[in-house]
């Protein structure tokens, strides 16, 4: 069986289109012998693990293997056991696509931990999973990573064929403008932020096919095979899921009425607020809370998870503002807390820098907030340009 599986691995290693590396890839400590990989649908979880394979083996080369929980064949035979054969091949790296699909996965992968001290597991799984909370059993053992959509630099990079690198917040903060220098000297960003964000955090727009539609799919998906599944919710419990991301969605307000969507969905305020946390956990939503504040605390802000779905749920309706503060929100959010300010309009972020979002001029202006602005190439002092923050990752 075993040469069926490296038949279908060659196959996608040689048909694998990755034109622009992820800074994930160099971000992981390969050394690792267990290594969990999550993200939502769509980022490009299977091509990331496809490219480290081609990276790091080549094509022939059978000291390691790609596979999928999607087949069949693991409906009969267990994840350990299939790994004691690759091992007794000469299998060095076993790469496990959804491995959330296989029942009792983590136990199965803690067994292999402890039964094959020479082989080293790279999984892919939702990003409603909840590694080390939900199984305890791989607390210490799995080294976890957040693989998330194309950045803006990315995107530039894919369309241009450059390779900027990306910036921490503490450059972007104290280099801004030699930065922005740097990166328009070879390319003008607003020939493609515009179509960032509208179709460029997905890798699957590179697909010749309706990007909209896609995305719709893999919204659906998210919702009923990811939340339902994962957090093994009834099917008769979807449709109200759906309602409340449509409403969450399509509601401009701030902080979100939950009696109100309780109402509305025909539920509980307790089981909205759960609903919430699944919607925000596959990257649908963001939720921002005032300093100091976290979930199960009600969130003092919703919004779309990047500006791409804002596109599809919103078709024509997008505020442009709204639509930048999601950007700069999405930028950031992964690597830095962004929480809600005391003064409208005001991001905290890291407890420590207070940011506004701008897409027209202001006449007064605070020596303590950072300004980012839409409309401009190249800033000056603390106005830096909205664009520099999608160089973050």
Not at 54 to 78: A, I
Not at 109 to 134: A, C, H, N, W
Not at 226 to 238: C, N, P, S, T
Request: aromatic fraction near 12%.
């Amino acid at each position: 069986m075993l040469d069926t599986f490296f038949r279908t691995h060659r196959y996608l290693i040689e048909h694998t289109q990755a034109p622009v590396q992820r800074a994930l890839m160099n971000e992981i400590d390969w050394h690792h012998r267990l290594i969990g990989i999550k993200g939502s649908r769509g980022v490009g979880k299977t091509t990331f693990l496809l490219q480290y394979a081609k990276k790091h083996f080549g094509v022939n080369d059978y000291r390691c293997l790609y596979v999928n929980m999607n087949h069949f064949y693991f409906q009969g035979h267990t994840i350990t056991s299939f790994a004691g054969e690759f091992v007794r091949a000469g299998g060095q790296v076993l790469l496990i696509d959804q491995v959330f699909k296989q029942p009792g996965w983590s136990h199965e992968l803690r067994t292999i931990y402890d039964q094959y001290p020479t082989l080293k597991v790279v999984f892919t799984g939702s990003s409603v999973m909840r590694l080390k909370e939900e199984n305890p059993e791989l607390n210490g053992l799995v080294k976890s990573y957040n693989l998330r959509g194309f950045s803006f630099r990315e995107y530039l990079n894919l369309k241009v064929g450059l390779q900027l690198r990306r910036y921490t917040l503490q450059e972007v903060l104290t280099n801004h403008e030699q930065l922005a220098s740097e990166v328009t000297a070879k390319v003008n960003p607003f020939d493609h932020f515009p179509h960032y964000l509208h179709h460029g955090y997905y890798p699957f727009f590179l697909e010749k096919t309706n990007f909209s539609e896609n995305l719709l799919k893999v919204m659906n998906m998210m919702i009923e095979v990811d939340i339902l599944l994962i957090q093994q919710i009834e099917l008769k419990y979807l449709s109200k899921i759906k309602k409340l991301f449509y409403l969450l969605a399509t509601d401009s307000s701030c902080a979100p009425n939950v009696s109100t969507l309780a109402t509305d969905v025909l539920t509980s305020r307790a089981t909205v607020m759960n609903y919430i946390k699944y919607l925000s956990d596959a990257r649908l939503i963001n939720m921002l809370h005032h300093v100091g504040e976290s979930f199960p605390k009600k969130p003092a802000r919703l919004s779309l998870h990047n500006t791409n779905l804002m596109h599809v749920m919103m078709p024509g309706r997008v505020e442009e503002q709204q639509m930048m503060e999601t950007f700069f929100q999405n930028a950031l959010w992964g690597r830095h807390a962004v929480n809600i300010g005391d003064r409208h309009g005001i991001f905290v972020v890291d407890n420590r820098y207070r940011f506004r979002v701008l897409t027209d001029d202001l006449r007064r202006f605070s020596s303590d907030v950072i300004y980012a602005k839409s409309n401009i190439l190249r800033g000056k002092h603390n106005m830096i340009p909205l664009w520099l923050f999608g160089f973050l990752y």
